[in-house]
C-alpha cells in the first residue's frame, strides 16, 4: 500500500471506530456540516460541478487539534442533502507532508481540478510552502500533479490558500501571505494553464493603499465580483479590538473597490466585517449555475477556546456555517440564507399581531431545531429580548442603537457578549440547531454566528420580552427536518 492509500485507509478506521461515539453526542448538529470524526476548519475547493454543488473541508481525522490536515469532501444536488463523498487529498508527498492546506476548486477541460498549499516543517519547526495542483475527471477521485508554484521572494512562508477564477480567459490567483516586513498581503498571480504562474503583485494589505496597519498575516483570500464590484474577502491576524469591532482572536471582512489586473493593486474602500458573531472564519464562495454568489463559513476561530468545546470529549469539533447567498446594495454585502433552506420546514406557526409588552412575555412557541421569523411592525419599547433555551439572549436597545447577541461563556463563566450599531430593527431571521445560532438582522444587513452549548439540550424555551411600552409584529416558526 502506498502513503497516500495507507494515509486514507487510516482514516477511514478512525472514522468507523468513532462513528458510534461520535454520533451519540447530544450536541451533534442536524442542518449543518460537521466531521465524521475529528476536527474541521476552513471551507475550500467550494464548486458547482456537472449539477452538482462540492464542499471540500479541511480535516484533522486523528485529533480534535490542528494537525497535518487532510481535505474532506461533502457534495450535493440541492444544498440541503449532502453526501459524504471520499477523502479528497491526504497529506503524502514530500510538498505536504504536513498538511495539505486550504484551497480552492475550477472547472478546466471537463476536469475538476484543485489548487492548495502543500505545508512542510523541518524538524526544527522551519516552515515550507508549496501551491499545488490536483485534478478528478469524475469529482471524486483525484490525482496529485505536484508543485505549480514556489515561494516568491519578498514573502515569508505563510503563504497560502490559493482561490482560483478565470476572468477574460485567463486564470487568476489570489494567494494570503505575509511580507517580509510581516506584514499581511493578498498576492495576485495570473497563468494561461494553472501549471505556470506569475506574480503581478500585492493586491491589498498592511501599509497599502492608505490601510496603515492592518495585520500581520492574511489568511483565506477570496477575490470576486458582486454588481460590477471588486470585492476582497479575506480573514487578517492581528487586528486590535476596537469598540464593538474586531472582538474575536482573529477576524474575517471584506474590502470593497476596483481591481487593476495589470498591477494586481485594489483600489478599496474601508474594511467591513462579514459575521459579528463568536465563531466565524475562512469564508470562500462560489458562482453557481444559477449565477449566485453563494458562500460558506467555518464556524469555528483559530485559537479562540478551541479547547474548551464540550464535543472534544466525543471526538469531534466545530462545524460549516450554513450556504449564504450574497448580495450587494448600498455599497455593502448582505449574506442571505439560501432559499433551498426552506424544504427543511415542517410544522408551521404563523402568528399575526402579537404584542409584547411588560405585562405580556410572549412564550407560545417552543422548538428545539427551528427557523424562526420576526417581522416588526410596531417597535415603541427601549429593548426588545428574545431568550433561546436558556443559552442565548438576542436583544435590541432601540435607544443605544445597538444590537447584542449574549450566550453562556464556553468556559462557564461570566456570560460573554459580541455587538453592533443597528439604526433600526425591522426582521430578525434566526436559524437553531442543537449547538449552534445564526442570526440574520433586516434581510442580511448584520449577521451573527456562534456556537452554543446548553447543559439541557431538551430545553425548548423561546422567550420574547420588553421592559416597557410594546413590540408588535408578527411571528413564524418552523421546525426542521
Same mark, same amino acid.
Not at 495542483?133 to 516568491?152: I, M, Q, Y
Not at 494561461?192 to 503583485?201: A, H, K, M, R, V
Not at 412564550?363 to 427601549?382: D, I, P, R, T
Given at each position: 500500500?502506498?502513503?497516500?492509500?495507507?494515509?486514507?485507509?487510516?482514516?477511514?478506521?478512525?472514522?468507523?471506530?468513532?462513528?458510534?461515539?461520535?454520533?451519540?453526542?447530544?450536541?451533534?448538529?442536524?442542518?449543518?456540516?460537521? @466531521? @465524521?470524526?475529528? +476536527?474541521?476548519? /476552513?471551507?475550500?475547493?467550494?464548486?458547482?460541478?456537472?449539477?452538482?454543488?462540492?464542499?471540500?473541508?479541511?480535516?484533522?481525522?486523528?485529533?480534535?487539534?490542528?494537525?497535518?490536515?487532510?481535505?474532506?469532501?461533502?457534495?450535493?444536488?440541492?444544498?440541503?442533502?449532502?453526501?459524504?463523498?471520499?477523502?479528497?487529498? %491526504?497529506?503524502?508527498?514530500?510538498?505536504?507532508?504536513?498538511?495539505?492546506?486550504?484551497?480552492?476548486?475550477?472547472?478546466?477541460?471537463?476536469?475538476?481540478?484543485?489548487?492548495?498549499?502543500?505545508?512542510?516543517?523541518?524538524?526544527?519547526?522551519?516552515?515550507?510552502?508549496?501551491?499545488?495542483?490536483?485534478?478528478?475527471?469524475?469529482?471524486?477521485?483525484?490525482?496529485?500533479?505536484?508543485?505549480?508554484?514556489? +515561494?516568491?521572494?519578498?514573502?515569508?512562508?505563510?503563504?497560502? /490558500?490559493?482561490?482560483?477564477?478565470?476572468?477574460?480567459?485567463?486564470?487568476?490567483?489570489?494567494?494570503?501571505?505575509?511580507?517580509?516586513?510581516?506584514?499581511?498581503?493578498?498576492?495576485?498571480?495570473?497563468?494561461?494553464?494553472?501549471?505556470?504562474?506569475?506574480?503581478?503583485?500585492?493586491?491589498?494589505?498592511?501599509?497599502?493603499?492608505?490601510?496603515?496597519?492592518?495585520?500581520?498575516?492574511?489568511?483565506? @483570500?477570496? +477575490?470576486?465580483? +458582486?454588481?460590477?464590484?471588486?470585492?476582497?474577502?479575506?480573514? @487578517?491576524?492581528?487586528?486590535?479590538?476596537?469598540?464593538?469591532?474586531?472582538?474575536?482572536?482573529?477576524?474575517?471582512?471584506?474590502?470593497?473597490?476596483?481591481?487593476?489586473?495589470?498591477?494586481?493593486?485594489?483600489?478599496?474602500?474601508?474594511?467591513?466585517?462579514?459575521?459579528?458573531?463568536?465563531?466565524?472564519?475562512?469564508?470562500?464562495?462560489?458562482?453557481? /449555475?444559477?449565477?449566485?454568489?453563494?458562500?460558506?463559513?467555518?464556524?469555528?476561530?483559530?485559537? &479562540?477556546?478551541?479547547?474548551?468545546?464540550?464535543?472534544? %470529549?466525543?471526538?469531534?469539533?466545530?462545524?460549516?456555517?450554513?450556504?449564504? $447567498?450574497?448580495?450587494?446594495?448600498?455599497?455593502?454585502?448582505?449574506?442571505?440564507?439560501?432559499?433551498?433552506?426552506?424544504?427543511?420546514?415542517?410544522? $408551521?406557526?404563523?402568528?399575526?399581531?402579537?404584542?409584547?409588552?411588560?405585562?405580556?412575555?410572549?412564550?407560545?412557541?417552543?422548538?428545539?431545531?427551528?427557523?424562526?421569523?420576526?417581522?416588526?411592525?410596531?417597535?415603541?419599547?427601549?429593548?426588545?429580548?428574545?431568550?433561546?433555551?436558556?443559552?442565548?439572549?438576542?436583544?435590541?436597545?432601540?435607544?443605544? &442603537?445597538?444590537?447584542?447577541?449574549?450566550?453562556?461563556?464556553?468556559?462557564?463563566?461570566?456570560?460573554?457578549?459580541? &455587538?453592533?450599531?443597528?439604526?433600526?430593527?425591522?426582521?430578525?431571521?434566526?436559524?437553531? /440547531?442543537?449547538?449552534?445560532?445564526?442570526?440574520?438582522?433586516?434581510?442580511?444587513?448584520?449577521?451573527?454566528?456562534?456556537?452554543?452549548?446548553?447543559?439541557?439540550?431538551?430545553?425548548?424555551?423561546?422567550?420574547?420580552?420588553?421592559?416597557?411600552?410594546?413590540?408588535?409584529?408578527?411571528?413564524?416558526?418552523?421546525?426542521?427536518?
Amino acid at each position: 500500500m502506498d502513503r497516500n492509500s495507507d494515509l486514507i485507509h487510516q482514516a477511514e478506521q478512525t472514522v468507523a471506530e468513532y462513528k458510534d461515539i461520535v454520533n451519540q453526542d447530544k450536541y451533534r448538529l442536524h442542518f449543518h456540516l460537521m @466531521p @465524521p470524526v475529528g +476536527l474541521l476548519n /476552513d471551507p475550500n475547493g467550494f464548486i458547482h460541478w456537472e449539477g452538482r454543488y462540492h464542499l471540500f473541508y479541511q480535516w484533522n481525522p486523528f485529533k480534535t487539534s490542528h494537525g497535518a490536515k487532510f481535505w474532506g469532501h461533502y457534495s450535493s444536488s440541492n444544498l440541503v442533502d449532502w453526501k459524504e463523498e471520499k477523502i479528497a487529498l %491526504a497529506p503524502s508527498e514530500w510538498f505536504e507532508k504536513n498538511g495539505c492546506y486550504s484551497g480552492s476548486a475550477v472547472e478546466d477541460n471537463g476536469k475538476l481540478k484543485l489548487l492548495y498549499t502543500g505545508n512542510v516543517k523541518d524538524e526544527q519547526g522551519n516552515r515550507e510552502t508549496y501551491q499545488c495542483l490536483a485534478e478528478s475527471t469524475n469529482g471524486t477521485d483525484f490525482k496529485k500533479k505536484g508543485v505549480v508554484l514556489r +515561494l516568491p521572494e519578498g514573502y515569508t512562508a505563510h503563504f497560502r /490558500d490559493p482561490k482560483v477564477w478565470k476572468y477574460e480567459g485567463k486564470w487568476y490567483m489570489v494567494i494570503g501571505a505575509q511580507s517580509a516586513q510581516l506584514e499581511g498581503r493578498a498576492v495576485l498571480f495570473s497563468s494561461n494553464d494553472l501549471e505556470e504562474w506569475t506574480i503581478i503583485g500585492d493586491v491589498a494589505g498592511t501599509n497599502l493603499n492608505g490601510l496603515g496597519n492592518f495585520g500581520y498575516m492574511w489568511e483565506c @483570500p477570496d +477575490l470576486f465580483q +458582486l454588481e460590477e464590484n471588486d470585492i476582497l474577502l479575506v480573514s @487578517p491576524q492581528g487586528l486590535k479590538p476596537e469598540g464593538m469591532l474586531y472582538q474575536n482572536v482573529y477576524n474575517t471582512g471584506y474590502f470593497v473597490g476596483k481591481l487593476d489586473y495589470q498591477t494586481g493593486a485594489l483600489e478599496h474602500g474601508e474594511f467591513f466585517e462579514l459575521d459579528r458573531g463568536f465563531e466565524f472564519y475562512a469564508p470562500q464562495t462560489t458562482v453557481d /449555475d444559477q449565477g449566485r454568489r453563494l458562500m460558506f463559513g467555518w464556524m469555528g476561530v483559530p485559537e &479562540q477556546e478551541e479547547d474548551k468545546h464540550p464535543t472534544i %470529549a466525543q471526538h469531534w469539533i466545530h462545524a460549516m456555517t450554513i450556504p449564504r $447567498e450574497l448580495l450587494f446594495r448600498d455599497g455593502r454585502i448582505l449574506q442571505q440564507p439560501v432559499k433551498e433552506l426552506q424544504d427543511l420546514r415542517i410544522n $408551521e406557526s404563523t402568528l399575526t399581531d402579537v404584542k409584547v409588552d411588560p405585562q405580556h412575555s410572549f412564550s407560545k412557541l417552543e422548538g428545539s431545531v427551528y427557523e424562526l421569523q420576526m417581522h416588526v411592525e410596531e417597535f415603541e419599547a427601549q429593548q426588545l429580548e428574545i431568550s433561546i433555551k436558556d443559552s442565548v439572549q438576542l436583544r435590541y436597545n432601540k435607544k443605544e &442603537q445597538v444590537f447584542t447577541l449574549e450566550r453562556v461563556s464556553l468556559t462557564k463563566g461570566a456570560p460573554e457578549v459580541r &455587538q453592533c450599531q443597528l439604526t433600526n430593527l425591522t426582521k430578525i431571521q434566526v436559524f437553531v /440547531d442543537t449547538s449552534a445560532i445564526e442570526i440574520f438582522i433586516n434581510d442580511g444587513q448584520e449577521v451573527f454566528t456562534a456556537r452554543m452549548f446548553p447543559e439541557d439540550v431538551s430545553n425548548k424555551s423561546i422567550v420574547f420580552k420588553v421592559g416597557d411600552g410594546h413590540v408588535k409584529g408578527s411571528i413564524q416558526k418552523w421546525d426542521f427536518e
